[in-house]
Structures are given as C-alpha cells and as structure tokens.
C-alpha cells in the first residue's frame, strides 16, 4: 500500500490513509489545500501498513468521482454520459463503480441524493482507491483497460455539471425557507429527468429490467410499468408497455455472450473507419456493463495492434489490415481484356483483369442502357452474366428488343439477383450487377463492393449504384471508389470519367473527362467527343 500511495502522490494527487471502516486516521483537512511529502506518507503506512488509500478530491488534486452505489444509479448516470467517452473505473467491494473525472475550472462540491443510489466526490471529499481492501477481505480494484495508469480522467460531462447544478439550487431554494408545495416537491424528479420527455422510454426499461431480474411476474411487472407510463410527464403509451416486458425477457434469456468474438466478427466484415457508438448500437450493447467491457476489448485490440485509433476524433478507429498477397509480376500478361466499351472508353482506359468499374447514375440517366451495351457489345468474344434486380421478363424484353439484334441471337445469360451478389460472381466472365441496392447504411457500399472483387479471377465486374441529383459521387461516397479501377458518373445527357487508373495511352489522362451524349429509344448513344469540363 505504501508503495501504491506513493504513486498516487507522484501523479498528483493527495493521498491520506484511511480506515477500514472508511474514516481517516488523520486530521484530514490541511490535506485539501496541500499535498502531503513522500516522508509523511511513508510514516503513516508503516504505523498503519492495512491502511486503505484515499484519494482527497478537488481542486488540490484536480480531480472528481462519481460514486455509483446501485446499478439503479449507475444507469441514470450512464445517460448523461457519451459512449465515446472512456475514462478511469474502479469496482468497490460491494459491487459498485467509481467514475474518475477532471475536476472542472469552477469547483464543484460534494452531492449526494442529484441522483439516488449516487453521490459525488468533489470540493471538501476524498474517495477509496484501488488496491485498498476493506475489513472484510475484500478490496477495489480498477476495471481491466480503464486503470488511471492507462487513461488520464477526462473532463467531467457537461450534463452531469447541469443535473449537479440544478440540485443544488433547488436545495438551496428549501434551505432558504421555500415553501415546500406541491410544485416544489416535483422539482427533483424534473432536475433529474425521470419519467419525463426524452427520458421515458429508458427509464421504463430499466425499472423492467430490474424487476424481472429481481423474480417478480412478467404480469405484475406489466402493471407496475402501467402505473408509470400513465404518470410519464407526458403520458407513455400503455400499447408499448409490452415490448419492455419482451426486450427484458430475451435479454434475460440470452446465453451469456462472448462479446470479444462478437467485435471480431463484426471487425471482418467492416470497412474503413468506425465509431464506438456505431459498434455498440450494432451489437446493441444497452447496459454500462457491455460498453465497459467494449472499451475493455477496444483497448486490448489496440493494445495488440488488431486495430488502431483513426483521426482526431474520439472513438474513432480502423481496422488494421496486415494480410498481403504475393503479385507474380514476372508471369503476369502484358496485355488488356479485349472489352468493347459505349463511347469507345477501350480507347481512354485500358480493362485489366479482375477490374472493377462503377457506373454511378441518376434516376433516369441511361444506366441500365449503358449496361446493356456492354453486354451486347462484348457477348461474342466474352461469356457474359447480368444480373438484374428491377427488370422482370417482359420489360428485358421490350428493352432488348430496341437493339439491331434478333432476340433470340443474345448469348447473355440474364438472372435475377438484388442481393448478396459475391455468391453468384462468375469468377473469369463479364459480371455486370444491375444494381447494386442498398437503402440505409450507405458505407457498406464499399464493403460490397470488395466481396465482389474478391470472387474475381481474370473476370471483371460492371456494378451499377445510384447516385443522387448534383452529386458526383454514388450513394455511399468515397466507399464506392476504393476498389474501381474505372468509376463512371451519369446524369441524364451527360457522363463523366471520375476515377481511371488504367490508361491506354500514358501521356493521356482521362481522369475528368466528360461527353455528352442523346439516348435513342433507350439503347442507342448518340455521342459527342470527350473534352474537360469548363467550370
């Protein structure tokens, strides 16, 4: 203990020692305006070597804890405190949790009741550090990955400072000789939000939670929460009060969870960068247990070099990709696909094998024509698969139809397909995916994308995505630019070369380059030359 003090002392903070029963040994007063010396110290543990150490709290050590006593409390106080936010924890003996925070530039004293089953050490208090152990054997102890040897506590949250603030004002009000009315007697619970607009939905489930882990009935549980809902400010709807009921109980009923092969999964599947709250709202962590142990993992993966922190942002991180492929250079063909483009682009870009190019259009902007081109174009000197996800048999049909070709002369194998297009991925043909839907989480468009070219071998894959109006970029942004060696932009009239990275002649750069074009009967292109864009 001595050692661990003298510690605490180095890194700022004024340690004094203190009983098993939690009081001090000492006049511990002068100690909230100065730090004791490593003498004094080392002389109060050698006098009192079971000593637990505490940590006075305050502006003299620049520090705050919030001091969670129930997990009633603790949920409260999780709310008021970002997902993205990690900062030291250390578990008490009983079960409890410990927040460390900087104490804020306006001093903040101690409070208990803002939040029952929760008080705060701040101005004028001291708190029980690890690794003291108690008079019954038992000791603290800091969280794995969230020792304040491995993170600096951070700022204390702004609305925990508001919820602090807005207590002691209302305490100052009673003190001060206000009437206790009706209207007064409501003033914690609004300070405290419970039960309120924006804070209902939460609230009830964990009053269920609590209730149907405790043993009590689903059905005596449905009543109570009746209870509350009709006493929400304003009132929650009762028809909902069920879904608590069966949220509790399938989370009661789940097998406990190995949240670490959870996050790997989740990491195999995950382009680019990412955020804590996107991950925990994936693997629907809801309670502060899971998203500690999350920043547990988060910090052990990085620890270990699986992943890494991405930008300045809080939070953020990117997987980090160690896995290369040899590239045989010396047996590698010299030559190009021999691929038939609309607007002869054979001539401005070169088609290698297991290219992928995007076609990214507006509704109504010749995609789908385009497309089709390129199947017709090429179905003689390529095997060629469309998979189409919009068109039944008689519109391919009437589409097919406009083109100079007898229809029973196309050699394309058309298939219906909308999703999960890798599965289906003929690796050395033609590919074209018409198109490629996705209408929510856009950013998985890259990792799509990269399922497709990973089923490749000499084959190629044409994937058509829409794009919105004004907008270069198809949905998904800059995600759909990862693995195209050629990315197309269409607008009705208009398409443009956004990204080329095989040029035919190297003293050449097609990148930019736009043509405007006539659709007739919604197969021919009419084309006018390549040129820049004037802005």
Same mark, same amino acid.
């Given at each position: ?350 088609? $290698?094998? !297991?290219? #992928?190019?995007? =076609? &990214?259009?507006?509704? *109504?902007? +010749?995609?789908?024509?385009? %497309? ?83 089923? $490749?071998? !000499?084959? #190629?894959?044409? =994937? &058509?995505?829409?794009? *919105?109006? +004004?907008?270069?970029?198809? %949905? ?60």
């Amino acid at each position: 203990m001595l050692n661990d003090a003298i510690t605490y002392l180095k890194k700022g903070f004024s340690v004094i020692p203190v009983q098993k029963d939690k009081k001090p040994f000492i006049k511990w007063e002068p100690y909230q305006k100065q730090k004791p010396t490593i003498e004094e110290i080392t002389t109060w543990f050698k006098k009192w070597p079971d000593a637990m150490i505490g940590l006075v709290t305050g502006t003299i050590s620049e520090l705050c804890v919030i001091d969670c006593d129930t997990p009633e409390g603790q949920g409260k106080v999780d709310e008021l405190i970002s997902d993205n936010l990690v900062f030291p924890v250390a578990e008490t003996p009983r079960g409890g949790k410990h927040y460390y925070f900087k104490m804020p530039n306006e001093p903040l004293g101690n409070n208990a009741g803002a939040i029952p089953g929760v008080d705060f050490r701040g101005e004028g208090g001291y708190i029980v550090a690890p690794p003291s152990i108690n008079g019954t054997g038992k000791g603290y102890r800091w969280v794995d990955g969230l020792s304040i040897d491995e993170i600096e506590p951070p700022e204390l949250p702004a609305p925990y400072i508001n919820l602090l603030n807005k207590a002691l004002v209302f305490n100052r009000g009673i003190r001060g000789g206000e009437n206790l009315t009706d209207e007064n007697l409501t003033k914690p619970y609004k300070a405290l939000q419970f039960l309120t607009q924006g804070t209902r939905d939460n609230d009830l489930f964990h009053v269920a939670n609590c209730m149907i882990k405790g043993g009590i009935e689903p059905d005596k549980a449905y009543k109570v929460l009746e209870i509350l809902a009709n006493n929400c400010e304003p009132p929650f709807p009762v028809s909902e009060i069920k879904n608590k009921i069966e949220s509790v109980l399938k989370r009661v009923d789940k097998r406990e969870r190995n949240l670490k092969k959870e996050v790997l999964e989740w990491l195999d599947l995950t382009e680019g960068y990412w955020n804590l709250t996107e991950l925990n709202k994936t693997l629907q962590n809801l309670t502060r247990e899971e998203k500690v142990n999350l920043h547990v993992i988060i910090h052990r993966l990085k620890k270990d070099g699986i992943i890494e922190k991405y930008g300045n942002q809080a939070g953020v991180y990117r997987r980090v990709d160690t896995t290369c492929e040899n590239i045989d250079f010396l047996n590698a063909s010299n030559e190009s696909l021999n691929i038939k483009w609309p607007f002869e682009l054979e001539k401005l870009v070169k088609t $290698l094998p !297991k290219n #992928i190019i995007i =076609i &990214a259009g507006e509704p *109504n902007a +010749g995609k789908t024509a385009f %497309l089709l081109n390129v199947a017709e174009m090429n179905q003689g000197s390529q095997e060629v698969y469309y998979f189409s996800s919009e068109m039944g048999s008689m519109e391919l049909k009437d589409r097919l139809s406009k083109f100079t070709r007898p229809l029973n002369s196309w050699k394309v194998k058309f298939l219906e397909r909308s999703s999960n297009f890798a599965d289906v991925i003929r690796p050395d043909a033609i590919n074209i995916i018409d198109f490629l839907e996705i209408h929510d989480e856009f950013y998985k468009v890259g990792a799509l994308i990269k399922e497709v070219f990973d089923k $490749l071998n !000499k084959g #190629i894959a044409v =994937i &058509a995505i829409q794009k *919105n109006k +004004g907008n270069e970029y198809g %949905l998904g942004g800059g995600r759909g630019l990862e693995k195209a060696r050629l990315y197309l932009s269409m607008e009705p009239g208009k398409i443009k070369i956004v990204k080329a990275k095989n040029w035919t002649d190297s003293y050449n750069n097609p990148n930019g380059l736009e043509c405007s074009f006539k659709l007739v009967k919604g197969c021919h292109f009419i084309p006018d030359k390549w040129q820049r864009s004037i802005k």
